[in-house]
């Protein structure tokens, strides 16, 4: 089989075939390692891999296969860590200074049921510093670029994982999410990123100090470039483990059989702003073909206009203060080595008042409490992912929008109160912009509806077929950064209709 086929099949289609012996790990492998040897200098989505262990594992899982074992569902096909997840003997830097050299001793829960699903770990992709921004460079690795430009930012702080999958360096990336961090680069590079219900995928073990951050906001999940492959991903990744207390669900759902099923006659709501939200005007056009597709499909939406107070500053505050936990007892001899604008928002945290973060805690609950109010009668809610395209790689989040002066929280805006609320919420490619950069549509169902929200994204898949458009795969086009061309796209979604 020619490399380029290997590089945009599924992981689905990669698993099947390798179970069939029509292809085999190794050349599955060497045509993903040739892959990154050849783009990822130029876009600089992987920041850590160890080329001869991949080898190792895909001849030992070649060596299985023939050997006639009980296969895992992932069994040869390669997965890509975000580098805020820990990998035993691999390097894991959490993106800072701090952890430059740090190799676990363990395998975080997700990477153990990987491995234990027969999936190849490719190595770990780039994230910004404790992820605490939603673009992804940082001091050790620089920025992560956008396969489709490389002028423009991939998203963060999951963007590492999405430019790989986007660029055809693996089919799945693993990443987490405390504001947006999956859906963002989701967005941005035209893959599909899902964000599951709060305590159905488990966490840790963590870091010492970032038991709060990653209890409260952090949900960790797939980015694919087919909704299947996040069903799958799902299917392996999910369920109660005893190392994380939280783990709340046992999760016997078959997602890849739970999104067979179409979605007709769900009640929608329409909530492009949610709540104070300043879009651009491109992106809300984009977004709002997605209604004509729901009419086709026999749902009902009603377009829900929200009055609630923004939560920017409680949410901006407590981000702030967890992190200030995290890292604030060795704060003075650390600093030396973090990010300027870490180090204002650590201060601003350690600055915090207590009966400030209380206060600020009580209005992200009142937001939960008004957002379940607003939604209860609706099985969905559809928004744009980002209320922006993307945008330079210079920039970590545009200050004027419309015309109009915005918080640095109006880029994440549409994604961090999902965090909050702890529901399941999923960003899919829906167009193009008029200058050949990625749309993405995010779709967020109830606490533990993941099966919903997954449902829907596939019958939008289906009616509006996505997976075929991507960056072109030739070389100088990356190079040369301009807009590139998509190719092989039949009924292309740069203008849903």
């Known amino acids: 089989m020619r490399d380029e086929s290997i590089l945009y099949m599924s992981a689905s289609d990669l698993a099947e075939s390798i179970r069939n012996r029509k292809i085999s790990p190794v050349e599955v492998i060497g045509a993903i390692l040739d892959r990154i040897d050849q783009i990822n200098p130029i876009v600089n989505a ?13 001849k030992a899982a070649e060596s299985a296969l023939y050997r006639g074992e009980k296969l895992g569902p992932l069994h040869g096909v390669p997965v890509s860590i975000k580098d805020l997840i820990c990998t035993k003997g691999l390097r894991t830097t959490f993106g800072s200074k701090l952890y430059e050299n740090y190799i676990p001793e363990f395998d975080d829960i997700v990477v153990t049921r990987l491995k234990a699903a027969g999936a190849i770990i490719l190595g770990k992709t780039n994230t910004s510093e404790f ?31 999405a430019a790989a999958v986007a660029s055809g360096m693996g089919p799945i990336g693993i990443g987490n999410d405390a504001g947006g961090s999956i ?3 989701a967005s941005f590079c035209g893959v599909f990123g899902f964000k599951p219900s709060r305590g159905v995928v488990p966490v840790g073990p963590i870091l010492p100090g970032w038991q709060n951050m990653y209890r409260r906001l952090v949900h960790t999940g797939p980015i694919t470039r087919t909704v299947q492959d996040s069903a799958l991903v799902m299917d392996v990744i999910g369920g109660r483990d005893r190392c994380d207390y939280l783990s709340s669900v046992p999760m016997r759902v078959e997602h890849r059989e739970e999104i067979k099923r179409p979605v007709r006659d769900f009640n929608i709501a329409w909530c492009p702003e949610l709540g104070q939200t300043v879009l651009e005007r491109e992106v809300l056009y984009r977004a709002e073909q997605v209604l004509t597709v729901f009419a086709e499909l026999k749902c009902y939406v009603e377009k829900v206009d929200l009055r609630i107070p923004c939560p920017h500053e409680a949410f901006q505050l407590l981000f702030a203060a967890d992190c200030a936990a995290a890292l604030g007892d060795d704060f003075a001899s650390r600093k030396a080595v973090l990010e300027k604008k870490f180090i204002k928002l650590i201060i601003a945290g350690l600055e915090a ?3 400030d973060c209380a206060e600020a805690a009580n209005r992200c609950h009142l937001l939960c409490n008004e957002f379940q ?25 545009p200050r004027l929008l419309e015309g109009k002066k915005v918080h640095a929280l109006n880029y994440i805006a549409l994604t961090y109160p999902f965090n909050l609320l702890g529901w399941p919420a999923a960003s899919i490619p829906w167009g193009l912009t008029n200058t050949g950069l990625p749309v993405g549509l995010q779709i967020i169902g109830k606490l533990y509806e993941d099966a919903k929200v997954l449902r829907a994204a596939a019958t939008l898949e289906r009616a509006r077929l996505w997976s075929n458009l991507r960056p072109y795969p030739g070389r100088q086009n990356i190079i040369e950064g301009g807009s590139n061309i998509v190719k092989g796209i039949e009924g292309s979604i740069t203008e849903p209709h």
């Open 46 to 58: 992987f920041c850590t891999y160890n080329e001869e262990q991949i080898r190792l594992s895909a």
């Open 373 to 397: 109010n607003a939604f209860e009668k609706y099985d969905l809610i559809v928004t744009p992912t980002v209320a922006v395209s993307p945008f330079s790689i210079d920039m970590d989040w």
């Open 353 to 355: 008042k207590g009966s």
């Open 183 to 185: 859906r963002i680069p």
């Open 131 to 161: 992820g605490y921004k939603a673009v992804t460079d940082n001091l050790i690795f620089g920025g992560t670029r956008n396969p489709w430009n490389i002028k423009i930012t991939a998203g963060g702080s999951s963007g590492g994982a």
